[in-house]
């Protein structure tokens, strides 16, 4: 079975004095149903290339929570995750590794490869269409794409949208109506990033709302 790792968010408890690593339930019975073995992980592990090596991971999730530490986000940051996830993400290119972005995992993944993020209105709590587009992308992102709708519905939680820009080897996959970017595919890597939540689909979705089986 393969390994899948999760980033996960950071929970800030000063009552105990402690900021823990926090992981949504959903996403350990999502990946188990796929037939994947979830792996949380430490955002605050210093040698992430040895920690990489030792858990012999198959792909990576990073998931959503926290707003990113750049002058794109908003509200306080976790800042041991944006390091974390940076040299994760790093790793994980000079490898081949698989990686999904969610919601925050996408933001991160346009800044990674040099887009920007944007403030945008009404795409909080709520469900909307998107449309497809993107040009010809290697598998597995490729195979992704191709089994998605021309226009399809999801779920919504996010207040910044992505703008991957001409130099940033990504590319926009899908946009809502009010033309925001919804999902971006790298050229090369097999690297995906979507601004919905398939663990958050109840049931689990099948379809364009999960990408896990066909990405991993």
């Known amino acids: 079975m393969k390994r899948i790792g999760l980033t996960q968010r950071v929970e800030r408890v000063p009552a105990h004095g402690e900021r823990r690593d926090c992981l949504d339930q959903r996403w350990g019975r999502l990946l188990a149903s796929r037939g994947f073995v979830p792996v949380p ?3 605050v592990v210093d040698d992430v290339r040895r920690y990489l090596e030792a858990l012999g991971l198959h792909g990576v999730i990073l998931t959503g929570g926290d707003h990113i530490g750049s002058p794109d986000g908003a509200g306080p940051s976790a800042p041991e995750r944006d390091r974390f996830e940076r040299e994760l993400l790093a790793l994980c290119s000079a490898r081949g590794l698989p990686v999904l972005g969610v919601c925050r995992g996408a933001q991160m993944l346009c800044l990674f490869h040099g887009g920007r993020l944007r ?4 795409h909080v709590a709520r469900r909307h269409a998107v449309t497809r587009e993107g040009g010809e992308l ?3 992102v490729g195979r992704v794409v191709r089994h998605w709708p021309a226009r399809f519905e999801v779920n919504s939680y996010h207040s ?4 991957p820009g001409p130099s940033s080897r990504c590319i926009p996959l899908a946009r809502a109506d009010d033309g925001s970017v919804e999902a971006l595919g790298h050229v090369e890597l097999p690297q995906l990033g979507i601004l919905w939540h398939p663990e958050r689909e109840d049931p689990f979705a099948e379809g364009p709302l999960d990408v896990i089986q066909a990405l991993f």
């Not at 403030?119 to 009404?122: E, I, L, P, Q, T």
């Not at 910044?160 to 703008?163: E, G, N, Y």
């Open 138 to 140: 290697p598998a597995p």
């Open 41 to 43: 992980l430490s955002n």
């Open 160 to 163: 910044l949208t992505l703008l």
């Open 119 to 122: 403030r945008v209105a009404g």
